[in-house]
């Protein structure tokens, strides 16, 4: 499957930018797949105006490869997007060595995704030739999201050079970046303008602790002496995978009328969502509990009936309850659970 193979329209909305939540997963208290609440959970990203969905990645949790949980997510996220009026642009996680990784992108193909994020952590200590044939022979199969994670959650360094042979492949269609590093997220931008592939890869934040900046930024480089900008189109995120109303919202906003805040204001909401951040996913904790302050917004809303991981030792960090109720006592302008309210009887049908 190639870039070109894509639907015309979850391809334009790919370009254009949008909100890509990274798809939770809904479990019962036996920690076995609650169907009904993982339904629920597409149909709310969908409704509220996300352009896909991205399942199989960290906030999945990895595990569930481990309990034969893969395909039937990756399944029933594509199926309610069939459903749906728009046509998403659906991604997979492919994680693990170049075996596994391809397996997962033949899996997502065949289920009808669009592309993979292609996570490298796998290949640690592997050298930069070893993962750029990794992630040429992956995108044989599947358009390819490129992946910088951040060392604290298990990425590695990636360099300059790395990136610059990476936006050479044709079948890459966009890069997620999130090292949560400023250095490094520019690595990533130059490397795309100087390989002359800013209108083949797509750039996507993943900088949970920047979205805001990250969003409004132009970025320039020279090419040949040639100024060329860019702009990171969307975000695909952990942190929208909750409140996600708002932040369709908040993109919508920075996309069409910057103009309508000041300078003071965007960086202070940029300040406002980091702080929101830094509680959701733990950040005081070392993240230990991201994905279980994840789960308890959208327990609290409805969406899910628990806040059970598939390692029964994944919880909120110490701390992190007080400060989620500070955060929702502060911040309210970022929540959505108005909009949940009116909806959330329809998408648990």
């Known amino acids: 499957?190639?870039?070109?193979?894509?639907?015309?329209?979850?391809?334009?909305?790919?370009?254009?930018?949008?909100?890509?939540?990274?798809?939770?997963?809904?479990?019962?208290?036996?920690?076995?797949?609650?169907?009904?609440?993982?339904?629920?959970?597409?149909?709310?990203?969908l409704d509220a105006g996300?352009?896909?969905?991205?399942?199989?990645?960290?906030?999945?949790?990895?595990?569930?490869?481990?309990?034969?949980?893969?395909?039937?997510?990756?399944?029933?996220?594509?199926?309610?997007?069939?459903?749906?009026?728009?046509?998403?642009?659906?991604?997979?996680?492919?994680?693990?060595?170049?075996?596994?990784?391809?397996?997962?992108?033949?899996?997502?193909?065949?289920?009808?995704?669009?592309?993979?994020?292609?996570?490298?952590?796998?290949?640690?200590?592997?050298?930069?030739?070893?993962?750029?044939?990794?992630?040429?022979?992956?995108?044989e199969a599947m358009p390819v999201i490129g992946f910088y994670l951040q060392t604290a959650v298990g990425g590695q360094r990636l360099s300059y050079g790395f990136w610059r042979r990476f936006a050479e492949i044709e079948n890459v269609v966009a890069i997620k970046m999130a090292p949560f590093n400023r250095y490094r997220t520019l690595d990533v931008v130059r490397a795309v303008i100087e390989a002359g592939a800013e209108d083949r890869i797509t750039l996507y934040t993943g900088n949970d602790d920047h979205i805001v900046a990250d969003l409004l930024t132009p970025f320039s480089f020279k090419r040949e002496g040639v100024p060329v900008t860019v702009r990171i189109r969307g975000g695909l995120l952990g942190h929208w995978s909750v409140w996600t109303r708002r932040a369709v919202e908040l993109l919508d906003e920075i996309r069409d009328a910057p103009e309508g805040r000041s300078a003071q204001d965007w960086l202070a909401l940029d300040a406002r969502t980091t702080d929101a951040n830094g509680v959701l996913f733990d950040a005081a904790n070392d993240f230990q509990g991201c994905i279980a302050c994840l789960h308890e917004v959208l327990r609290r809303q409805g969406l899910m009936r628990g806040t059970w991981c598939l390692d029964p030792g994944e919880t909120m960090g110490p701390g992190q309850m007080a400060e989620l109720e500070r955060l929702l006592r502060d911040y309210p302008e970022l929540t959505d659970d108005a909009f949940v309210a009116q909806n959330l009887e329809r998408w648990l049908a």
Do not use: N, W
């Not at 909305?13 to 019962?28: F, K, N």
């Not at 969905?53 to 069939?82: C, S």
């Open 1 to 45: 499957m190639k870039i070109s193979d894509i639907p015309a329209t979850p391809l334009a909305a790919l370009r254009r930018g949008g909100v890509i939540p990274a798809h939770p997963l809904a479990l019962t208290e036996a920690r076995a797949l609650d169907e009904r609440h993982q339904r629920a959970l597409s149909r709310y990203y």
């Open 50 to 139: 996300s352009i896909g969905l991205a399942v199989g990645v960290h906030t999945t949790q990895f595990e569930v490869r481990d309990h034969g949980l893969l395909e039937p997510v990756l399944r029933l996220a594509a199926e309610e997007a069939a459903r749906h009026e728009t046509v998403p642009f659906m991604v997979a996680g492919a994680v693990g060595r170049t075996d596994q990784a391809l397996a997962e992108a033949e899996l997502a193909r065949d289920l009808g995704y669009h592309a993979v994020l292609l996570g490298l952590a796998a290949l640690r200590d592997a050298d930069e030739d070893t993962l750029i044939a990794h992630c040429r022979r992956v995108a």
